[in-house]
């Protein structure tokens, strides 16, 4: 028997059919969708540290929702119990970031059985370390290492954090640091090399203080984009990092390379300080205190001016190796303590500006090694004085000018330079030494040549008084001489 189809019963069923048809798509879309979104979620999981017996990780109760971290989960501490978390999970099992939340109290993390730590990307992000309280957070040196199996992130944003585990960079990876509050980071483990190709170095991103209190053997770049890099009594960089104050074309900020212990410290590491701009600064610094000496003595080439602080008083900072350009730089002494330029090579093309504190120039000087190969300006409370040998620490066609409440001391040395100008307030101490000048000019500035007991020379081709300028002779006794040498051409 045949069955008649009506144009009507045609119509229906072509609707059913596709109604059917897209019902199936939408299904399908959905079913992908739903695996995309599952692919990259990740999980998280929060510490509430409610488990009664013990602080294990691994403890469900110890979490909210009383299930514990499945391996590759994001976990963040929070609150005020259980403060020491402890890591009983396999050796070298993996999670992916760890954040100390706003309100979290002050956590020490820790492995009561040595456990390893891995931290892995999920989905192209970066895993990371990130302190977002104002409670200083701790992993201590029980996780004997913490890998990270690419790039990451440790970062104080909000508060310190210190890290006494090893970290481990395993294929190429580098480790970036983030947060621009001033907040520390203090590493007390050592930073090295892991698996995979070169390149694994550490950046400092922003404005915090970072501290190295081991020997590091990473061997990429070290580049202080900004903040301060601070090298402990027990802190060092392996000689194969290429290291860079102010990298990355980051102008407006300012960076600092410190040494961080109280004397007896000598970074021999060759480095490289690039340009700022916009009232930011570079700055080579140490924290020796009075009466001890800090020492940077590898070659530092200068694409930028930089700033040399002694940052206490009576306490100096040496930099017995060279100072190198291929155009004219200038090295800002600001004090308080001593600045001390010494050694056997000679600062190319280097300036100095002397505002505060003193600045020794001490090298083993000859026609070809000087201390100052540029221009030396002293003013404020900055005071300038010769050592070392050889009588040529200012290079001979380079010229001095003493600003209001500058000193200037020969300090026994003889020395020539092809201008000194003598401003008010300022004042040359020509005791006991000789100085040879082309010309000088004394525009109301003072310069005293001997004391009672020490004879001194100015030596001039040309010299102008102006305004009130004074040239002091002190009556000498014995045997003692003071000269006035005026040169006619």
């Not at 992908?32 to 294990?56: E, K, M, P, Q, R």
């Not at 119990?81 to 999670?95: E, I, K, Q, S, V």
């Not at 102008?251 to 300080?273: E, K, M, W, Y």
């Not at 030396?376 to 000018?401: H, R, Y």
Request: aromatic fraction near 8%.
């Amino acid at each position: 028997m045949r069955t008649k189809v009506t144009f009507l019963s045609k119509f229906c069923l072509c609707v059913g059919v596709t109604k059917l048809r897209f019902a199936v798509v939408f299904f399908l879309l959905c079913s992908v969708l739903f695996l995309v979104i599952d692919t990259f979620a990740v999980n998280v999981y929060t510490w509430d540290g409610g488990d009664a017996t013990d602080s294990n990780w691994g403890s469900g109760n110890n979490w909210v929702d009383n299930g514990a971290p499945s391996l590759g989960s994001e976990v963040h501490f929070t609150g005020n119990l259980r403060l020491a978390p402890n890591w009983n999970y396999g050796d070298f099992n993996n999670m992916y970031r760890i954040f100390f939340d706003a309100t979290a109290s002050s956590f020490t993390l820790g492995s009561s059985l040595s456990r390893n730590m891995k931290l892995t990307a999920d989905a192209g992000n970066a895993p990371k370390i990130q302190n977002d309280s104002a409670n200083l957070q701790t992993i201590a040196s029980t996780i004997p290492s913490i890998v990270f199996d690419v790039s990451g992130e440790i970062n104080p944003i909000n508060g310190n954090l210190t890290i006494g585990s090893n970290i481990i960079l395993d294929n190429s990876g580098s480790l970036s640091i983030y947060g621009n509050n001033g907040k520390t980071l203090t590493f007390n483990g050592a930073i090295n090399n892991g698996s995979g190709a070169s390149g694994h170095g550490v950046i400092l991103k922003e404005n915090s203080i970072v501290i190295f209190n081991a020997s590091n053997g990473y061997t990429g770049e070290t580049d202080i984009d900004a903040g301060e890099l601070r090298i402990g009594s027990g802190g060092a960089i392996n000689s194969g990092s290429a290291i860079y104050l102010g990298n990355g074309g980051q102008l407006t900020t300012t960076a600092t390379l410190t040494l961080g212990a109280s004397g007896g410290q000598t970074f021999a590491n060759n480095f490289t300080v690039n340009t700022s701009s916009g009232g930011q600064y570079r700055n080579l610094a140490s924290s020796a205190t009075s009466g001890n000496n800090n020492t940077f003595g590898g070659v530092i080439t200068l694409n930028g001016d930089v700033n040399l602080v002694a940052q206490t008083a009576g306490g100096t900072n040496t930099f017995s190796g060279q100072f190198t350009s291929t155009s004219s730089k200038v090295g800002n002494a600001t004090g308080p303590g001593v600045v001390v330029l010494s050694g056997t090579a000679d600062n190319v093309n280097f300036g100095l500006n002397v505002t505060n504190g003193t600045v020794v120039l001490a090298k083993t000087s000859s026609s070809g090694v000087h201390a100052v190969g540029g221009w030396l300006t002293i003013t404020n409370a900055g005071n300038v004085q010769l050592a070392g040998s050889g009588g040529d620490q200012i290079f001979d066609s380079s010229g001095v000018v003493i600003n209001n409440g500058g000193t200037f001391a020969l300090g026994g040395q003889t020395e020539t330079v092809s201008g000194l100008t003598n401003n008010s307030g300022g004042t040359l101490m020509a005791t006991g030494g000789v100085l040879l000048v082309t010309g000088t000019t004394v525009n109301a500035g003072l310069i005293n040549i001997g004391t009672a007991t020490t004879s001194g020379t100015l030596s001039n081709n040309n010299l102008f008084l102006t305004g009130s300028g004074v040239i002091n002779f002190t009556n000498a006794s014995g045997n003692a001489v003071n000269t006035l040498l005026l040169r006619l051409a």
